[in-house]
């Protein structure tokens, strides 16, 4: 009897976490606080990523050290770091140790702005991650992520899309008979969602679609860098 079998290889990791309605009333004043910073503090935006077309703002680097919201939202997120770490193959100990630092704010503020494809893949970096501090959604509790995670590059208003690194090789393979493209090149994109944490490995392409409204989009970024006596 012949044996067949099927196994995926070289997974890529990713975490996330839903800080639901206890995050609530932390988010209003991440929000305010983004606001304060950038029409008080920093009102021309770093030129990174989200600063390639006139309707993106990002602000500087280390944001936690600078307002108490964003001081406990690093508290917050580093509590969640390890057990997703670890679970990529760092051991436990080591994962403890992993803290997040580094915040900046990102701010889509008019129709059509949007964020290239990047990596966050330099310096000290491990992970890097993103935090949704504003959405439409009235219930922070009342969350699947199969509604909030959906598969491919598809066009949605500031989805922040997750691409395969692999993805222009294995799309020379790729025909109409397809099912799915998880192993042929796919991407995943993420809907906006407030109190949504997202980790993943800082070689990680993303970038966010165009967004096709007025309203503002909020988005917090950090990094979770090596612990310092490794990376000195």
Known sequence: MVDINFKAL?????G??????????????LVKNIDEEMTRYQPETEERTFTKNEFGWQSKLGLENH?????????AISSCIAPIVAESGYGVEYSQKLKAS???????????????????GSGNGLWSGV????????????FNADDFMVGGDYAGNGY??????ATVTKKLIRTGNLKHDKYYGGAISVIPRESL???FPVWLEHFVLPVTDDKKRYSISFAIAKPKEEGE
Request: charged share 20%; hydrophobic share 40%; proline share 7%.
């Open 131 to 142: 935090y949704y501090p504003k959405s439409d959604h009235s219930d922070l509790d009342d």
């Open 102 to 120: 580094g915040f900046w704010a990102n701010v889509i503020f008019g129709r059509g702005g949007f964020s290239d494809p990047h990596v966050h």
């Open 160 to 165: 922040l899309v997750l691409r395969d690194p």
């Open 10 to 14: 070289f997974p890529t990791p990713f």
């Open 67 to 75: 307002y108490s919201s964003f001081e406990k939202l690093a508290g």
């Open 16 to 29: 996330f976490v839903n800080f639901g309605e206890d995050a609530r009333e932390l988010n209003q004043m």
């Open 197 to 199: 944490l997202l980790l």
